[in-house]
């Protein structure tokens, strides 16, 4: 069932974990987080969501992380935790995935480098 956009979103409860721990210099990056105001239940699945619903419902909370503040923020905090579920800095699980595979490649190919660097140098 697609949503029009004049019909409201369902949502699902936001798990407790949503609201992260870490505090830097400034106060709690979250505090400025525009998901925290009313857009909450858009960042999670609920139970048996049809894919069209979830689709259109992700789309709608990535609409609200590019309006973010501290979406770059909130999007490091997911992929560090990693948080393996819902909308985080404007990621969906699955582009998370992807992007910590990248990371992973990235830093393997790195260290290759670095390692044939230093034998070229010593030899």
């Known amino acids: 069932m697609l949503h029009m956009p004049h019909q409201p979103l369902p949502v ?10 870490r505090e830097d210099e400034a106060g709690p990056w979250h505090a400025e987080a525009v998901c925290r105001r009313d857009e909450a239940g858009l960042f999670f699945a609920p139970s048996k969501e049809p894919t069209a619903a979830r689709l259109s419902r992700e789309e709608a909370a990535k609409r609200v992380c590019a309006r973010c503040p501290v979406m770059v923020e909130c999007r490091e905090h997911a992929l560090l935790q990693p948080e393996p579920y819902g909308v985080w800095g404007g990621l969906t699980a699955a582009e998370r995935r992807v992007v910590l595979a990248r990371r992973r490649r990235r830093e393997v190919e790195l260290r290759k480098a670095a390692a044939a660097d230093r034998i070229a140098k010593a030899g």
Do not use: E, I, S
Not at 13 to 21: C, L, S
């Open 12 to 21: 699902a409860a936001v798990p407790p974990q949503r609201v992260p721990a």
